[in-house]
C-alpha cells in the first residue's frame, strides 16, 4: 500500500493511506506498546532488532502531535 513519507523530525514515519502512521511498517501505537512493555532497551533491541533508538524518539514525539492533529478540541479540554 502507497504511503506519505514524512520528513524530519519525523522522516521515518510514514502515513499510509487511511491515515494510519507507521513505522518500520509497524503502527506507531504499536511501537510505543511494545517500548512501554519492556525497561530495559537493551531487551527491546535485541527481540525487535529492526528498531533503533531514535525510531522511538520519533515515535514519542510523533504521538504527542498526532493526538493533537486528530483531537484539536482537546487542547481546550486539557487546559482551564
Known amino acids: 500500500?502507497?504511503?506519505?513519507?514524512?520528513?524530519?523530525?519525523?522522516?521515518?514515519?510514514?502515513?499510509?493511506?487511511?491515515g494510519q502512521p507507521e513505522l518500520g511498517g509497524m503502527p506507531v501505537a504499536r511501537v510505543l506498546?511494545?517500548?512501554?512493555?519492556?525497561?530495559?532497551?537493551?531487551?527491546?533491541?535485541?527481540d525487535y532488532p529492526f528498531l533503533e533508538e531514535e525510531d522511538l524518539k520519533q515515535a514519542l514525539a510523533f504521538n504527542a502531535v498526532w493526538d493533537r492533529v486528530r483531537n484539536p478540541m482537546r487542547v481546550f479540554r486539557d487546559y482551564p
Do not use: C, Q, S, V
Open 1 to 18: 500500500m502507497m504511503g506519505m513519507n514524512l520528513n524530519p523530525p519525523f522522516d521515518r514515519i510514514t502515513i499510509k493511506m487511511g
Open 33 to 46: 506498546e511494545i517500548w512501554a512493555r519492556y525497561p530495559r532497551r537493551e531487551e527491546l533491541f535485541r
